[in-house]
């Protein structure tokens, strides 16, 4: 087995592109090919291999932001830089 290849096809519905080493991103545990994946096409983002459109098997009320989404934006982005108003 090639080293940078985890055998893993990709958790977004529908897409076929396998998740490698240098691709992998991890969302609730499960690896996808592709950030677009892992977010579950935002605005209908196109996956990024040309011969997959995985983006049209998700529904849009599955875009929806999730709790873990959110803390780790959260993580992320605090301290702002700015205080907040009392």
């Known amino acids: 087995m090639n080293p940078t290849t985890q055998g893993w096809t990709c958790a977004c519905p529908g897409c076929t592109?396998?998740?490698?080493?240098?691709?992998?991103?991890q969302r609730n545990?499960?690896?996808y090919c592709?950030?677009?994946c892992a977010d579950l096409h935002p605005q209908g983002q196109a996956c990024p291999s040309a011969d997959c459109h995985c983006e049209s098997n998700?529904?849009?009320?599955d875009r929806?932001?999730?709790?873990s989404q959110?803390?780790?934006a959260i993580e992320e982005t605090?301290?702002?830089?700015?205080?907040?108003?009392?």
């Open 17 to 25: 592109c396998q998740v490698t080493h240098d691709t992998r991103h």
């Open 70 to 72: 959110l803390d780790e």
């Open 34 to 36: 592709s950030q677009a």
């Open 58 to 61: 998700v529904k849009v009320q």
């Open 29 to 31: 545990g499960k690896a």
């Open 78 to 86: 605090f301290p702002a830089s700015d205080p907040i108003s009392p």
């Open 64 to 67: 929806a932001v999730s709790d």
